[in-house]
């Protein structure tokens, strides 16, 4: 449809409730790209496209679609861009796209530790409404084998500021990362820092491991052993049974999931959980995704 319009570079990536959004890459790549399990953007140096190339996109795009009312900045890390770089382009969407309602990017504690409070309220009064935040797990030691950048604790903090900010938390975890051997304390602890953090939305993806990625060769030497679909569920019925009952909407209903959920916390997660515990007391795959269907 962008034909001629926006190019596109490599694998674009944006979050399932984007599905709606205008993609545009602000930034190609990711600025951490080290999670050990991640095999989005490997093939992608960081760096923030040039300002003028974006403008004629962006102008380009508009002619095509002048009612475009939602925009995803992609890729990985968009609001790694300088606070005064990422205020022209929110000025610049909303000159071209009059019925502009919402702005939407991935964030994270590298993009936002040099964000003050102040130009995260400036990006909102621009039109910037969501962030989307990885927190992938909550366990330090967990945290420590992935290899990301930051910390549970700091991921806590930068959903607390970007809350403060006025703007709407979604945030990300992923259920199996912590293999065999942390099973429990991924869930413990996870549920811990999502209850501190209290985002509008959590989505639990399921891990997949990619072949290429450094979790893929820790499988194959035995270092790390994967969970199969029953401790999946187990861990994620671990997870919500310690969760505080804040307000959100709560997603497990990406392609990686075995167990398709959507639902509203904290009304519907009695049910929820109820609903794990028979699957888990029947052992019945019936209503599971098999495992060669499910997807990134
Ligand atoms: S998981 Fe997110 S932060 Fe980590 S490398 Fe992938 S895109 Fe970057």
């Known amino acids: 449809?962008?034909?001629?319009?926006?190019?596109?570079?490599?694998?674009?990536?944006?979050p399932p409730s984007e599905a709606g959004s205008l993609i545009l890459q602000a930034t190609l790549g990711c600025s951490d790209n080290g999670c050990i399990f991640c095999p989005a953007y490997k093939e992608k140096q960081f760096r923030i496209k040039d300002f003028a190339v974006f403008e004629r996109e962006v102008s380009a795009a508009a002619k095509v679609m002048p009612d475009i009312r939602r925009v995803f900045l992609a890729d990985g890390d968009a609001l790694a861009i300088?606070?005064?770089?990422?205020?022209?382009?929110?000025?610049?969407?909303?000159e071209k796209?009059?019925?502009l309602s919402r702005v939407s990017a991935y964030g994270s504690v590298k993009s936002l530790e040099n964000k003050t409070l102040a130009e995260l309220r400036e990006f909102k009064a621009?039109?910037?409404?969501?962030?989307?935040?990885g927190f992938e797990t909550g366990d330090e030691k967990v945290y420590r084998l992935i290899?990301?950048?930051?910390?549970?604790?700091?991921?806590v903090e930068t959903c607390l500021k970007v809350k403060e900010a006025g703007l709407t938390a979604n945030v990300t975890v992923i259920l199996g990362l912590g293999g065999k051997a942390l099973s429990e304390a991924h869930a413990v602890n996870t549920a811990r820092v999502l209850t501190l953090a209290?985002?509008?939305?959590?989505?639990?993806?399921?891990?997949?491991?990619?072949?290429?990625t450094p979790l893929h060769d820790l499988?194959?030497?035995?270092?790390?052993?994967e969970i199969d679909e029953f401790e999946i569920l187990s861990e994620q019925k671990i997870m919500l049974e310690n969760m505080g009952d804040f307000r959100c909407q709560y997603f497990s209903n990406h392609a990686s999931n075995f167990l398709p959920v959507a639902a509203r916390f904290p009304k519907d997660k009695a049910a929820v959980i109820d609903a794990l515990n028979q699957i888990?007391?029947?052992?019945?795959?019936?209503?599971?995704?098999?495992?060669?269907?499910r997807g990134l």
């Open 219 to 225: 499988r194959a030497s035995g270092e790390f052993r």
């Open 280 to 293: 888990l007391l029947s052992r019945n795959k019936s209503g599971l995704t098999p495992d060669f269907m």
């Open 198 to 212: 209290a985002p509008s939305q959590v989505a639990a993806l399921t891990l997949m491991i990619e072949p290429g």
């Open 1 to 14: 449809m962008f034909e001629g319009a926006v190019s596109y570079e490599g694998v674009v990536i944006r």
């Open 82 to 94: 300088p606070a005064a770089g990422f205020l022209k382009i929110l000025d610049l969407l909303s």
């Open 147 to 155: 290899n990301k950048y930051g910390s549970p604790g700091g991921n």
């Open 126 to 133: 621009r039109k910037l409404g969501t962030v989307y935040l």
């Open 97 to 99: 796209f009059k019925a």
